[in-house]
């Protein structure tokens, strides 16, 4: 009994004083899996099949665009549509998988994977878990397009539907409850796209930038560095992980952030704005579909609510709205299938394409984008007349986005200013 006692003792003891030391002897050799072996080789099973996965994505195609009224001007648009889940987000999504089973995030033990997404991530992410087995959600807002919605099920993901503002947390919650893991690809994206260089080893650096200078360097037979990358922030992951990789090896190119009307970033990346304040009351539907930020009621986290890396971009450029729906428009005219994000791409390189121009610059200049989604994704929204109407009415609608169109049309041919033009002509206040 006295004995009972001082062992209860010895117990509630050490665990108040903290954990014990394994000692060192000689009948016991401190050394234990730390996984089992049966962990390891479905770890192993899922690296080994994400990289077989890699290995077919290959190299997205470059599209080469010469706007006939800027010929000092080259813009090379990536082409990220042409990924078995035709966006930018394959790449993203098999990055992010590959971090969280590195790190034991996602295991075999997990019950689901839960991530909150505008679609694009959500169909890569429904595709990639189903590719090791691992069961996903995707917390959706209630009014997806029903393309988006058909194509995370067609990648065998589950849905749920929730208030716009509601989806971070939704996925949080229902992932810790059971057992499942929230990706949060927001937060996290940081942790997970790669910005370092290959030099010669057996995997390719799966930088976006390191393709473009080896696609580059193959088309024009000698090292060509863009003097501009351009792209949007949706979680920020994919302009931070350029920006990171072109400060590090001090590439000679300018980082410009492309923002939308009422999103945050520009004001956060300009000038540290928001990092205490939502943007509650200021953000207007329906912005540019799958990025910006403003959906979220939290305010501007890094590596939380986004992982948009301030210190490496170079510039930041907003334009209006109906501006990027009226040069939606015009890429699909011209036969480029892209939806609302690439044409702000777009926007912003002929703008830098303009600038150049107006400086009287004899150089020639290039400029890389990505092309980030297909516009079949919007024949029911931005592709859509009425819906335009509708969204847009402070603007003019469809009168207002054809006043953008012509404005923008003229630039290409003739190296106009659409930027000035279209706010001064155009309905609207901006
Ligand atoms: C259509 C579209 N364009 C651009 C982006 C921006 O990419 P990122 O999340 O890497 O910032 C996203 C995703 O967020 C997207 O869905």
Not at 65 to 91: C, D, S, V, W
Not at 108 to 123: E, L, M, P, Q
Not at 302 to 324: C, F, Q, W
Request: net charge positive; with cysteine.
């Amino acid at each position: 009994m006295k004995n009972a006692l001082l062992v209860l003792a010895v117990i509630l003891f050490s665990s108040v004083v903290g954990d014990s030391l394994t000692k060192i002897g000689v009948n016991k050799l401190a050394d234990e899996d730390v996984i089992s072996d049966a962990e390891a080789k479905w770890r192993l099973d899922a690296i080994r099949k994400l990289w077989t996965e890699r290995k077919r994505m290959g190299h997205t195609p470059l599209i080469k665009y010469q706007p006939p009224g800027f010929p000092n001007t080259i813009i090379y648009m990536k082409n990220e549509t042409a990924t078995p889940t035709r966006t930018l987000k394959h790449r993203f999504a098999w990055a992010l998988l590959l971090w969280a089973i590195t790190e034991g995030k996602v295991t075999s033990k997990t019950s689901a994977v839960y991530d909150s997404t505008s679609g694009n991530t959500g169909s890569a992410e429904a595709y990639m878990c189903t590719l090791v087995n691992v069961p996903y959600i995707a917390v959706v807002a209630d009014n997806l397009e029903p393309e988006k919605v058909k194509q995370i099920e067609s990648f065998g993901g589950k849905l749920k539907k929730v208030p716009v503002s509601q989806r971070n947390k939704e996925a949080r919650e229902t992932a810790e409850k059971t057992h499942g893991f929230y990706m949060n690809q927001f937060g996290n994206a940081e942790k997970a796209e790669e910005f370092h260089e290959s030099g010669n080893f057996l995997y390719e650096s799966t930088n976006v930038f390191h393709e473009i200078l080896v696609q580059l360097k193959q088309l024009n037979k000698i090292p060509t560095v863009p003097d501009y990358f351009i792209h949007n922030a949706g979680t920020g992951g994919t302009i931070s992980s350029v920006g990171r990789y072109i400060v590090r090896y001090g590439a000679p190119t300018r980082v410009v952030l492309s923002d939308s009307q009422y999103s945050l970033f520009y004001d956060y990346v300009l000038k540290g704005k928001f990092t205490n304040q939502t943007g509650a009351g200021i953000w207007k539907a329906p912005g540019v579909a799958g990025i910006g930020y403003g959906y979220d009621v939290k305010p501007v986290i890094y590596g939380e609510t986004t992982s948009l890396t301030r210190n490496v971009i170079h510039e930041a450029v907003k334009m209006p709205d109906i501006a990027t729906v009226a040069a939606t428009r015009v890429l699909q005219e011209k036969g480029y299938n892209f939806g609302p994000s690439t044409a702000l791409n777009f926007l912003v390189a002929l703008f830098k394409a303009y600038q150049h121009k107006a400086s009287k610059s004899t150089e020639n200049q290039t400029i890389a984008t990505l092309g980030n989604d297909p516009g079949d994704y919007y024949t029911t929204t931005y592709l859509n007349n009425t819906w335009v109407d509708q969204k847009f009415a402070d603007f003019g609608g469809v009168q207002g986005m054809n006043c953008w169109k012509t404005q923008i049309q003229n630039s290409i041919d003739t190296g106009s200013d659409f930027y000035t033009k279209g706010l001064t002509l155009c309905p609207g206040e901006y």
